[in-house]
């Protein structure tokens, strides 16, 4: 079992950042890639980004270029720079951990942080 604990969602205003942080704990062991997908109200989950254990990254193409994926394999956590907010980036994002690039019935979840940007 794979714990997650996500931080720092919150309300901020467009052209503002944030950054979530996900803490994984528990048997690690099974992760190779973290990352983060989002879902808006009425909208299906999509893809933030991705990054594996070697560093390699993958991004969603609404983020490309204002979202930044990092991590920490030392710490066991995952961090999301978000710059260059948008209205339309207003979701609930999850933190996500496994053993693939894609999403497979293998993998742990957090419990969801609210993201909301205001115009």
């Known amino acids: 079992q794979v714990q997650l604990v996500e931080s720092g969602g919150g309300l901020v205003q467009a052209g503002g950042s944030l950054r979530l942080s996900c803490a994984a704990s528990?048997?690690?062991?099974?992760?190779?890639?973290m990352g983060w997908l989002r879902q808006a109200p009425g909208k299906q989950r999509e893809l933030v980004a991705v990054i594996s254990s070697g560093g390699g990254t993958m991004y969603g193409n609404p983020v490309k270029g204002r979202f930044t994926i990092s991590r920490d394999n030392a710490k066991n956590t995952v961090y999301l720079q978000m710059n260059s907010l948008k209205p339309e980036d207003t979701a609930v994002y999850y933190c996500?951990?496994?053993?693939?690039?894609?999403?497979?019935?293998?993998?742990?979840w957090g419990q969801g942080t609210q993201v909301t940007v205001s115009s």
């Open positions: 528990g048997s690690i062991f099974s992760i190779n890639f």
């Open positions: 996500r951990v496994g053993p693939s690039i894609v999403v497979t019935s293998r993998d742990y």
